[in-house]
């Protein structure tokens, strides 16, 4: 038996202390404009078997680390030796990677990668979620990627099946609702595959977490985009809603389309204000807004759809309503990486705060600090 296990390049930022178990690797799509991950990569599927010995890796480090375990802590001078013993660096990061789902994450839960792992035939998936379920009883989540189209094809009775066998959550970007704006991002989805799909994952019992990017449609597609994302989590109800506001990479397809003058992107507060149409238009939702990532303006547009919506919107018009200079002090501290709102400035230190304030004021050309902002905010994707 080999004691290493494939991990893929990504996974949700909620994903962070579990287990990766990598199911496909690379994306079966590949060809979204604003995408490069996988780029030089070809999509393929693994074996039921390659993955199964992944699994058994995963539960041999498990067990290796259990026996290291006192009350609810553990020997760490023990831990620290075995690690460094290990003849491997491969070896030495499976190692930790278990041992950082069992601590920081208390073996909660797993997530399989790569990009869309939906796309395996369902009873080969249900075999291996059967797997993890014996080989790691302790996980309490079993989680994966799903394109919408791929989500529409799945029959109700496969749902039903990989349910049975314990997938728990899908995440998906579905990007947009707005056709218009998935033809022009080259998401190769529709609305009517994402609101087929949603629901179908819904019925079936299984959480659905969709990921959305406001300003994808640039100036001209800004407000469909708004209100035809809302058409869509209204009808499809999703658990939660996820913000990942859209920056065109440098160097992706989308780059040269910008570059060309072919995709017009808004700017910062417009991507913020399309936010706020978008969630003005939710209606009878149960589910979570998040706005878990650095690259979201206002960190804290997180609530329940159904009751938090007024808050939500109060909490952003406060924004809003601030004076330009204001707004612009605390864009470019969030732009630099700064973990907190407008209110929370205070925080910075004295000599960062100061040098804020001198570049807000000196910028004043709009497109300047467009571009400005967009330098740093192309780090965090
Ligand atoms: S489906 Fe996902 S991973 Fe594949 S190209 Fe599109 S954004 Fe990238």
Redesign the pocket.
Known sequence: MTNVFEIGPIRPPSEANSLLLRVTEN?P????K??M??KEASFHTRTVEEVKADIDAMAYYRDRILKHKDGDDFRRDALLAEYHSLATEEERYCYQMVFHWMTEGQSHSIFLQD??TMVLRADRLAEIISYIRVKLPEIKRVTSYG?ADTLSRITKEDYQRLRKAGLDRIHS?F?SGSDKVLTLIG?GTTQQQQIDGGRKVREAGIELSIYFMPGAGGKEFSEDNALETAKVICAVNPDFVRLRTFVVKNGSFMWDMKEKGEFVECSDIEKLKEIRLMISNIKNCTGTLASDHIINLLERVNGNLGKDIPALLEYIDEFLNLPPLVQKQYQLARRMGFAGDWKDMNRLHPSDLSRIKQVSESITDAQEWEIMLNRYMDRYI
Do not use: D, I, P, T
């Not at 799509?29 to 979204?32: H, L, M, R, T």
């Open positions: 994306c799509w590949n060809k979204c604003f995408c991950l996988y990009a869309n394109r970007g990007e998401k």
